[in-house]
C-alpha cells in the first residue's frame, strides 16, 4: 500500500535557524497536506499543495510540491519558539482519495 | 464559531472492556473522519461518516466500530479492548470529504488499555 516516509524524524535548532524537512512515496501523490500538531491538539493545517512544482508559502513557511510527484518539502524560515511541535505530510489514498495517507512526522524542537 | 470537540479527552480502560468516543463537529460541517494516532503508526485511518452513513472504512478489526446521527455527531465504540488499542483517537469534521483546507481536528481522546 502507500506510504509516506518523512525525515527527519526529529530536528533540534536554535531560535532564528531555518528547517528544512521532506516526504517521499514510492507512489504518486496529486496532493501533499502539510500539518503541524502541538501538544494536546489535534493536527492544523499549514500548507496544502495541488499541482506538481508548486511551491506555496504560509508567511515563514514555504512548501513545494516535487516534480516528480513522489516528494514534498516544507521548509520554516528564521524558526522561533513556537514553532515547536510535530509536522506531518500527508496526502489521498490513490484508490480512495477520501482517505488520508500520513508520515510519522517530524518532531521539531527550539531552543530559545 | 466552536471548534470539534472530543469527550471523554483522557479515558483508562482494562483489557476486554468496551469503550465509546464522542466527537461534535463544527456547525454545518457533515463529515467526520476518525483518526488513530500511535507513535509508532502515526495517523491511520478509521472511518468516515457523512449524513449518518459510513462512507470510507479504513483497515481495522470489527471491533471498531462507529455511528452518526441526524445531528451529525458521531461516535466510535471499540469492543473487548486490547492493550494495543491505547491511542490518541481523533476526529475531524468539514463540511464534505476531501475539502482538506475546511477540515478541522479535535483535539482527541487519549485512551489508555491497562
Known amino acids: 500500500g502507500q506510504q509516506l516516509n518523512q525525515s527527519p524524524q526529529s530536528m533540534f535548532i536554535q531560535e532564528g535557524e531555518d528547517v528544512s524537512m521532506n516526504c517521499t512515496s514510492s507512489s504518486i501523490f496529486n496532493t501533499w497536506l502539510w500539518y503541524k500538531q502541538e501538544p494536546g491538539e489535534g493536527p492544523v493545517l499549514l500548507i496544502a499543495?495541488?499541482?506538481a512544482g508548486e511551491l506555496t508559502s504560509n508567511g515563514r513557511l514555504t512548501a513545494q510540491f516535487g516534480i516528480t510527484r513522489k516528494d514534498s518539502f516544507l521548509n520554516i524560515s528564521a524558526s522561533i519558539p513556537s514553532d515547536v511541535g510535530i509536522y506531518f505530510c500527508?496526502?489521498?489514498?490513490?484508490?480512495?482519495?477520501?482517505?488520508?495517507?500520513w508520515g510519522l512526522g517530524t518532531s521539531l524542537a527550539v531552543n530559545p | 464559531k466552536a471548534g470539534v470537540t472530543q469527550t471523554p479527552r483522557y479515558l483508562i480502560k482494562t483489557r476486554g472492556q468496551q469503550v465509546t468516543l464522542s466527537c461534535s463537529p463544527i456547525s454545518g460541517h457533515r463529515s467526520v473522519s476518525w483518526y488513530q494516532q500511535t507513535p509508532g503508526q502515526g495517523l491511520q485511518f478509521l472511518f468516515e461518516?457523512?449524513?449518518?452513513?459510513?462512507?470510507n472504512k479504513g483497515n481495522f478489526p470489527g471491533r471498531f466500530s462507529g455511528r452518526q446521527f441526524s445531528n451529525s455527531r458521531s461516535e466510535m465504540n471499540v469492543s473487548t479492548l486490547e492493550l494495543g488499542d491505547s491511542a490518541l483517537y481523533l476526529c475531524?469534521?468539514?463540511?464534505?470529504?476531501?475539502?482538506?483546507?475546511?477540515?478541522?481536528f479535535g483535539p482527541g481522546t487519549r485512551l489508555t488499555v491497562l
Open positions: 500527508a496526502g489521498p489514498n490513490a484508490g480512495n482519495n477520501r482517505k488520508l495517507i
Open positions: 461518516y457523512f449524513s449518518e452513513t459510513q462512507r
Open positions: 475531524a469534521s468539514s463540511w464534505d470529504s476531501g475539502i482538506y483546507n475546511e477540515q478541522f
Open positions: 499543495l495541488y499541482k
